[in-house]
């Protein structure tokens, strides 16, 4: 069997990896499961095409495929998937590809595609069945309101989900946890960053730094505050250019704008209803600039490199709030 799993959410791509996994005999893992980075791609091909010593399955993973990394000569090893046995698993992991490349196009001749995309953080509804049905697994018992607080705690981080629940689940030691003590061990981070786009769409600087300062002192990951922000203002952005463009009615903006619940619309019109469109354009173009420019220092792996990150961050987001204290 061969699979591609694409997509941003990596906890359900890791329990996908992980039941995989648990169709190997453990007592030959060591011979039956390998992981690859997607460079050393005739290796991983080479080991797939390799029937298991123990007659059982094999798994074979190779992360980290985007795809575009590879050309002419991976395609050509590529050709050989038609070899790869009936019993072996291999598995390419990717966040997010390209499928119009040729590469694609040829791997889902013979593979398996599974997406795995990240909900969006305005569906609580689709976030609250996901920790339900989490917390379900490990047999916590959660009452409605606890679910309702953690989708607003937690928002659509799957994989911070996954943590935060085990530990509810430690501590409560088989009882059911009042809403109260789950406050006070899950604390409210992406409420916050959604709270910091709205501060920062009002122009209100000082709310901005609280905020900020607020969510940096509690570690929370400089790509998950951009990601929260760029998805905010490109959704007020989409909802503001389609009013202007003329488009009235909620069913076709909430169609327009890719917003699976048009019952959110009537909050997005009053939310850009006073905004500049040109502000959000601009803002928008500044937070992807910042996306990638945090990217390129992640990458580097420097601790420099992640404070100048930090600074990169407050100086836009102060910079992006000035833009709508203007208009």
Not at 219 to 243: C, D, G, M, N
Request: with cysteine; aromatic share 6%.
């Amino acid at each position: 069997m061969i699979v591609l799993l694409t997509g941003d959410d990596q906890h359900a791509i890791q329990e996908q990896l992980n039941q995989y996994k648990a169709e190997i005999d453990a007592q030959w893992l060591t011979l039956c499961y390998h992981r690859f980075p997607a460079d050393h791609l005739d290796r991983a091909i080479s080991v797939a095409r390799t029937r298991s010593l123990t007659g059982g399955k094999k798994l074979v993973i190779v992360e980290n495929c985007h795809l575009k990394q590879w050309g002419d000569t991976e395609l050509s090893t590529l050709q050989q998937l038609v070899q790869v046995p009936e019993f072996t698993i291999l598995v390419f992991v990717a966040t997010n590809v390209d499928k119009r490349l040729k590469i694609y196009k040829h791997i889902v001749k013979y593979a398996q595609l599974s997406e795995f995309p990240l909900i969006p953080p305005w569906c609580n509804d689709l976030i609250e069945k996901a920790i339900a049905t989490q917390a379900k697994k490990i047999k916590l018992v959660l009452s409605k309101d606890v679910v309702e607080y953690l989708a607003e705690a937690i928002g659509n981080d799957m994989t911070r989900a996954a943590t935060e629940l085990r530990k509810l689940y430690i501590y409560g030691n088989g009882r059911q946890l009042e809403l109260a003590e789950v406050k006070e061990l899950v604390p409210c981070q992406t409420q916050n960053s959604l709270q910091l786009a709205s501060a920062i769409r009002q122009g209100e600087s000082n709310q901005v730094l609280h905020l900020l300062d607020d969510l940096l002192s509690r570690s929370e990951p400089l790509l998950v505050i951009v990601a929260t922000l760029l998805t905010q203002f490109r959704t007020w952005l989409w909802v503001k250019s389609a009013i202007a463009s003329g488009v009235k009615k909620d069913s076709e903006l909430a169609q327009l704008c890719s917003i699976s619940n048009p019952n959110r619309i009537y909050y997005l019109r009053q939310e850009v209803a006073n905004t500049n469109i040109n502000a959000l354009a601009k803002a928008v173009t500044m937070m992807l600039d910042l996306e990638m420019s945090i990217k390129r220092g992640a990458d580097s792996g420097a601790v420099a490199s992640h404070r100048a990150s930090s600074k990169d961050l407050l100086l836009i987001i102060l910079s992006v709030s000035r833009l709508f204290k203007l208009t």
